[in-house]
């Protein structure tokens, strides 16, 4: 039973940083490629970023893309993504994800297998 767990959230004032991670439990995903979403309230789930598994691979959306930096360490099976310059906008419950796979649909949400239970970034202006 694989368990992904988020953590490093909280309230921070706009233009400040926060450093997400996401510890993997139960099996190795090292082969995996894995992904942050978030979710704000009355809104989607929106896809922000994605790393392959070596680690050299990354994809962001487009509103984050110069400010949110994502990387891994195998060893420890862990993804970060550190955020910085955030903005009011990037409020939301931010969720990790997996999966054994990266088709042409890995911003979709229904594309990864294994997802954490969520973590509360809030950012004041």
């Known amino acids: 039973q694989v368990q992904l767990v988020e953590s490093g959230g909280g309230l921070v004032q706009a233009g400040g940083s926060l450093r997400l991670s996401c510890a993997a439990s139960?099996?190795?995903?090292?082969?995996?490629?894995m992904a942050w979403f978030r979710q704000a309230p009355g809104k989607q789930r929106e896809f922000v970023s994605i790393i392959g598994p070596s680690g050299r691979t990354t994809d962001y959306a487009d509103s984050v893309k110069g400010r949110f930096t994502v990387s891994r360490d195998i060893a420890k099976d862990t993804m970060y993504l550190q955020m910085d310059s955030l903005k009011s906008e990037d409020t939301a419950l931010y969720y990790c994800?997996?999966?054994?796979?990266?088709?042409?649909?890995?911003?979709?949400?229904?594309?990864?297998?294994?997802w954490g239970q969520g973590t509360q970034v809030t950012v004041s202006s």
């Open positions: 994800a997996a999966s054994q796979y990266a088709t042409a649909t890995y911003r979709q949400y229904h594309n990864y297998n294994y």
């Open positions: 139960g099996r190795t995903l090292s082969n995996y490629f």
